[in-house]
C-alpha cells in the first residue's frame, strides 16, 4: 500500500519563477502544485499550501505557526511522513527550529530549490520527488527533522547553507550527510546520535544574534543596551575569543541578566575555555557566558528562543546547551 505523505508549500526559489529581465519572483499559484503528478508514483501525495513567502521574510513567530499546522493536520488525518518546501537562504533555521519542537512522530522532510520553476535544469522537482521518497521510507524515522537536497540526506542540527547558488549549496561540514538518495533507493550511512526536543507555546524573545571582528567597537553594540532584549548569541573568532573592548558591554548585559551565548566564526568545532587572556575564551566562562557545543549562529539564536520558554537561568542554560 503506498505511503500518505503530506507536502506543506510555504515558497522560496521552488515555488518562483524567472522573468525576461532576469528577475525571480514569488509566483500568484505555487509552482509546486505542477510537480504533484511526477509524485504520485511514489505515494499518496496530499499538497498543502499554507504560505508562499520569500524565506528571508520568514520568522521564529511564523515558523511557530507553521509547527501548529503541521501538527493539526497531522491530528486530523494521519500521515506517513510530512515534506516541508522552502526557501533556501533561512530553510536550515526552520529545519532545525522545527527539529526542537515538532511533536510529530514521522519523518520530517524539508526541502527547496536552487533554480526557480520555469529555469533549465530547475532542482526543484527532483529535490521533492527525493523528498517523498525519503519521507515514505521506514529507515527516515527517528532521525530528527532532515534535509533533502541534491541526493543527499542531512540532519536539521548539522546542515547549513554553503554556496550562494550552487544546486550543492547543503552541507554539514562538521559530520557530512547522513545519507543518499541512489536511483532505486535511500541509503542511510549514520544517524544524528543526538536528539531534543522541547514543548513551547510561542517563539517570540527577543534573541539579538552579533558577530565579533577585529577592531569591534564596543559603541556599534549600544543598541543591545538601550532595548529590552531576552537574550544575545555571538559569534566568536576561533575556539571562542572577543575583542577586550566589548566585554564591558557583555558584562553589562549579564548583570541585567541576559543570557549570552557564544558559537564560533568557524564552522568546524566547538568553543571551548582554553585561552586566559583578556577576552579569551577562560575568562568568558568565568564571566558567566554560555558555551554552546558546535551549533551555527543562526541555530544557537533558535535553540535560545526555544530554551528560555524552560528556564532563564544561565546555569541551567549550560547544560541545555551541551547537549
Ligand atoms: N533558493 C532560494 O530559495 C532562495 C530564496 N531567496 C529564498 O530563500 O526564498
Known sequence: MSKKILVVNTGGTIAMSVDDSEGVKP???????????????????TMKNVLNLPSPHMTPAIMNQLRLDIEEAFEQDHYDGIVITHGTDTLEETAYFLDLTLSVNVPIVVTGAMRSSNELGADGPVNLISSVRVAADSDSLNKGVIVVFNDEIHAARHVTKTHTSNVATFQSPQYGPIGTIAKKSVQYHHAPLDREHYAITHADANVPLIKAVAGMEPSWLQFLLEQQIDGLVVEAFGLGNLPPAIIPTLQQLLDKGVPI??????YNGQVQDIYDYEGGGRKLKEMGIIFSNGLNGQKARLKLIVTLQKTRTFKELQLLFDQ
Open 27 to 45: 509566483l500568484d499559484d505555487q509552482a509546486v502544485n505542477k510537480i504533484l503528478p511526477f509524485l504520485e508514483k511514489h505515494a499518496d501525495v
Open 261 to 266: 551565548v557564544l558559537v564560533s566564526r568557524c
